[in-house]
């Protein structure tokens, strides 16, 4: 299958090893870049129809044609935001014409640093770094966003200016006139065109200076401007998705996008795309070759959403409006805000003041699940009233909620999924597949989390771990080159405290061997096979993607040099068969069959360019690792280097063959 317009890219077993590799991303890829890419594709288009509508008898027809759309009985709104505080510089400019936005490998939004770098336009420093590059810097002195009375964004605009004195002339009436009539003919947030009953204007000036305008459209604009930031108190943004083509990633607003009508699961916009996707060569590459795979996987849709929780129907549907169900629940702060794309204050997300902020923010003393609250809601107790009955380990959900007091209509299981999951895998499927470990005898476990991601930014609802196994002294070691390089060597020490409910200590500590209920914390900042630690009794990776970071390429046959228990999580049954075709190339080893995770997160992932069931944690699979030769030697790991200024560990010229397999299936392409 394709991705993009590029010449030959496809699935895994033929290719494995950087973003493009892995056709469907959904559940990786940041949010934010998905919803930028939406935003880039519907203002090309915009640019483009405006520039076609120039000259008096082409206005007079598309008024004509806009007056005979169909009214939207909801209130439509036109927010004029001014913006004095962030700027930007493109390293690039020229890169944008014609193409996509910036980069289809970026998952995150540090992945575009080398594309765009934000900063606050009130840091003389920041301004003079900028001139002296030969860059300018500019910024969006206003903004236009329209959207409905719910929050729908249906289209926007901006002015430029550039803070060397350059600005962009064209006067904000006539720009607002060109988005209202474009959002008429072309909404953003899909939906048939159409035009408002009623607009409001959330500035004066431009209030009065449309009402004229309008009226010519058959728009009533209202009696005054609109005076706060929603015409409602409640008013939020809803979670904005639309969906694309999977080969030309044409967006449904340029035109109608259907499911394969075999398996249901990959989304096209023509017969030719696909007929293109179906007929790729390698025939292992092509849509041919996984349909039937992809109907299985679509299959499962409602076994996955079999949850028991009172919200289980909104948010398993592929119209989870999470934004909504957030913002109507209060869950805006704490761990919560990394849940949502709106919540980015102070730094906007963008890594401004990054400097000055605390690496692990939420690791200080007090109740560890105090990020967990929700506003004006009340925390989870650090410890229940009774401890877990001895050999009785918890097998759902609706278990767990029971023994902790907590109501089946709490979300907390979306952020208690990455504990949960790991205590299923030790009290449960450990001992099943490695009964030799006696690992439910063990008076202390020590847990490598390799490749951390976003588990690091919920770190202590980890705490949980010590409530539910309060006879064991746990200690997890999070692994990962995307970790705070502050971080890097550093370890904590959390403890019961009566007082406090968790003490906080840095510092390394000698482990207890049960009977205490603690938890060890330590980070390693550099990627799994150049860590210099003792042998773990566990490796737990969350929703891995080793198809995503060439760091698998070392870090898979470490584990297999290791042979200690490893298990990862996945996102979906598609992730889990990239990741088996990447472990064979990696290791010549394999992976166990895919488990449904019963501790999986309830809220759906939706996809852009696909309709299949995504859920964080949603399959847990094990390693399986290749027979050991009789002359097999456990190698040490290699020494760990000091971490570079730019962060990148990896050589120049590593692993060049092992690429050059992995892009072929370590098979000669025919």
Same mark, same amino acid.
């Given at each position: 299958?394709?991705?993009?317009?590029?010449?030959?890219?496809?699935?895994?077993?033929?290719?494995?090893?950087?973003?493009?590799?892995?056709?469907?991303?959904?559940?990786?890829?940041?949010?934010?870049?998905?919803?930028?890419?939406?935003?880039?594709?519907?203002?090309?288009?915009?640019?483009?129809?405006?520039?076609?509508?120039?000259?008096?008898?082409?206005?007079?027809?598309?008024?004509?044609?806009?007056?005979?759309?169909?009214?939207?009985?909801?209130?439509?709104?036109?927010?004029?935001?001014?913006?004095?505080?962030?700027?930007?510089?493109?390293?690039?400019?020229?890169?944008?014409?014609?193409?996509?936005?910036?980069?289809?490998?970026?998952?995150?939004?540090?992945?575009?640093?080398?594309?765009?770098?934000?900063?606050?336009?009130?840091?003389?420093?920041?301004?003079?770094?900028?001139?002296?590059?030969?860059?300018?810097?500019?910024?969006?002195?206003?903004?236009?966003?329209?959207?409905?009375?719910?929050?729908?964004?249906?289209?926007?605009?901006?002015?430029?200016?550039?803070?060397?004195?350059?600005?962009?002339?064209?006067?904000?009436?006539?720009?607002?006139?060109?988005?209202?009539?474009?959002?008429?003919?072309?909404?953003?947030?899909?939906?048939?065109?159409?035009?408002?009953?009623?607009?409001?204007?959330?500035?004066?000036?431009?209030?009065?200076?449309?009402?004229?305008?309008?009226?010519?459209?058959?728009?009533?604009?209202?009696?005054?401007?609109?005076?706060?930031?929603?015409?409602?108190?409640?008013?939020?943004?809803?979670?904005?998705?639309?969906?694309?083509?999977?080969?030309?990633?044409?967006?449904?607003?340029?035109?109608?996008?259907?499911?394969?009508?075999?398996?249901?699961?990959?989304?096209?916009?023509?017969?030719?795309?696909?007929?293109?996707?179906?007929?790729?060569?390698?025939?292992?590459?092509?849509?041919?070759?996984?349909?039937?795979?992809?109907?299985?996987?679509?299959?499962?849709?409602?076994?996955?959403?079999?949850?028991?929780?009172?919200?289980?129907?909104?948010?398993?549907?592929?119209?989870?409006?999470?934004?909504?169900?957030?913002?109507?629940?209060?869950?805006?702060?704490?761990?919560?805000?990394?849940?949502?794309?709106?919540?980015?204050?102070?730094?906007?997300?963008?890594?401004?003041?990054?400097?000055?902020?605390?690496?692990?923010?939420?690791?200080?003393?007090?109740?560890?699940?105090?990020?967990?609250?929700?506003?004006?809601?009340?925390?989870?107790?650090?410890?229940?009233?009774?401890?877990?009955?001895?050999?009785?380990?918890?097998?759902?959900?609706?278990?767990?909620?029971?023994?902790?007091?907590?109501?089946?209509?709490?979300?907390?299981?979306?952020?208690?999924?990455?504990?949960?999951?790991?205590?299923?895998?030790?009290?449960?499927?450990?001992?099943?597949?490695?009964?030799?470990?006696?690992?439910?005898?063990?008076?202390?476990?020590?847990?490598?989390?390799?490749?951390?991601?976003?588990?690091?930014?919920?770190?202590?609802?980890?705490?949980?771990?010590?409530?539910?196994?309060?006879?064991?002294?746990?200690?997890?070691?999070?692994?990962?080159?995307?970790?705070?390089?502050?971080?890097?060597?550093?370890?904590?020490?959390?403890?019961?405290?009566?007082?406090?409910?968790?003490?906080?200590?840095?510092?390394?500590?000698?482990?207890?061997?049960?009977?205490?209920?603690?938890?060890?914390?330590?980070? #390693?900042?550099?990627?799994? *096979? &150049?860590?210099?630690? $003792?042998? /773990?009794? @566990?490796?737990?990776?969350? =929703?891995?993607?080793? +198809?995503?970071?060439?760091?698998?390429?070392?870090?898979?046959?470490?584990?297999?040099?290791?042979?200690?228990?490893?298990?990862?999580?996945?996102?979906?049954?598609?992730?889990?068969?990239?990741?088996?075709?990447?472990?064979?190339?990696?290791?010549?080893?394999?992976?166990?069959?895919?488990?449904?995770?019963?501790?999986?997160?309830?809220?759906?992932?939706?996809?852009?360019?696909?309709?299949?069931?995504?859920?964080?944690?949603?399959?847990?699979?094990?390693?399986?690792?290749?027979?050991? #030769?009789?002359?097999?030697? *456990? &190698?040490?790991?290699? $020494?760990? /280097?000091? @971490?570079?200024?730019?962060? =990148?560990?990896?050589? +120049?010229?590593?692993?060049?063959?092992?690429?050059?397999?992995?892009?072929?299936?370590?098979?000669?392409?025919?």
């Amino acid at each position: 299958m394709s991705q993009g317009n590029r010449g030959d890219p496809g699935y895994l077993p033929s290719k494995v090893g950087r973003a493009s590799d892995m056709e469907f991303v959904t559940g990786y890829r940041a949010e934010i870049l998905d919803f930028a890419e939406l935003l880039f594709g519907w203002y090309r288009r915009f640019l483009l129809d405006s520039a076609c509508h120039g000259g008096s008898e082409r206005r007079k027809r598309q008024e004509a044609s806009l007056r005979r759309l169909p009214a939207d009985p909801a209130l439509w709104v036109l927010h004029v935001l001014a913006n004095r505080a962030l700027a930007f510089t493109v390293a690039d400019p020229g890169q944008q014409v014609g193409g996509r936005f910036y980069s289809e490998e970026a998952l995150a939004l540090r992945d575009l640093d080398r594309f765009i770098t934000f900063v606050s336009a009130g840091e003389e420093e920041e301004t003079t770094a900028a001139t002296e590059a030969a860059q300018p810097l500019w910024r969006v002195d206003h903004l236009l966003l329209l959207t409905d009375e719910h929050g729908a964004i249906l289209g926007f605009d901006f002015s430029l200016g550039g803070l060397s004195g350059a600005s962009e002339a064209e006067p904000l009436v006539a720009r607002a006139l060109t988005l209202l009539c474009h959002s008429m003919a072309c909404p953003l947030g899909a939906g048939e065109p159409r035009r408002p009953k009623t607009l409001t204007v959330g500035d004066p000036t431009l209030h009065k200076s449309l009402e004229p305008l309008l009226s010519r459209l058959g728009v009533k604009v209202g009696k005054g401007p609109m005076r706060g930031w929603g015409p409602k108190p409640s008013f939020t943004f809803p979670t904005t998705r639309v969906r694309a083509c999977h080969v030309c990633k044409r967006h449904s607003f340029e035109g109608q996008v259907t499911a394969c009508q075999h398996c249901q699961a990959v989304l096209y916009c023509s017969e030719r795309c696909r007929k293109l996707d179906w007929n790729r060569s390698p025939e292992d590459i092509g849509h041919q070759f996984w349909c039937q795979r992809m109907a299985g996987y679509m299959s499962r849709s409602q076994e996955l959403a079999n949850l028991p929780f009172t919200f289980t129907t909104e948010v398993t549907s592929e119209n989870f409006n999470k934004e909504g169900f957030l913002s109507a629940r209060g869950l805006t702060r704490g761990y919560w805000a990394g849940e949502s794309m709106l919540v980015r204050a102070p730094n906007y997300g963008v890594g401004l003041l990054s400097g000055a902020e605390e690496p692990a923010a939420f690791l200080h003393s007090g109740n560890p699940f105090e990020a967990l609250r929700p506003e004006g809601g009340t925390a989870l107790s650090p410890a229940p009233s009774e401890p877990p009955a001895p050999r009785m380990f918890f097998g759902s959900w609706k278990e767990y909620y029971q023994w902790r007091g907590l109501p089946l209509g709490a979300p907390l299981a979306v952020l208690l999924s990455y504990p949960l999951t790991m205590y299923y895998i030790i009290t449960q499927l450990a001992p099943q597949h490695f009964p030799e470990l006696n690992i439910l005898n063990k008076q202390s476990l020590r847990i490598h989390v390799v490749e951390a991601g976003k588990e690091f930014g919920v770190l202590m609802v980890f705490w949980e771990l010590s409530v539910l196994l309060p006879h064991v002294s746990l200690e997890l070691l999070f692994v990962g080159d995307q970790l705070p390089r502050a971080l890097d060597g550093q370890h904590f020490l959390l403890q019961r405290d009566e007082e406090q409910g968790v003490s906080v200590r840095s510092g390394l500590a000698a482990r207890s061997k049960g009977g205490r209920r603690e938890l060890q914390l330590g980070f #390693s900042a550099r990627p799994y *096979h &150049l860590l210099q630690a $003792p042998k /773990p009794d @566990l490796v737990i990776g969350f =929703n891995s993607g080793f +198809a995503l970071k060439e760091t698998w390429l070392s870090s898979l046959p470490r584990l297999q040099s290791l042979r200690v228990p490893a298990y990862f999580t996945e996102c979906s049954e598609y992730s889990c068969a990239v990741d088996e075709a990447a472990v064979s190339v990696a290791t010549g080893g394999s992976a166990s069959p895919a488990h449904m995770n019963p501790f999986r997160s309830p809220f759906r992932q939706a996809g852009i360019d696909n309709a299949m069931p995504w859920y964080a944690n949603a399959f847990i699979f094990h390693l399986i690792y290749k027979a050991a #030769s009789n002359n097999h030697r *456990h &190698l040490p790991a290699p $020494p760990s /280097p000091p @971490l570079p200024a730019n962060g =990148n560990q990896e050589p +120049a010229r590593s692993r060049r063959k092992e690429k050059r397999q992995i892009r072929t299936g370590g098979r000669r392409r025919k």
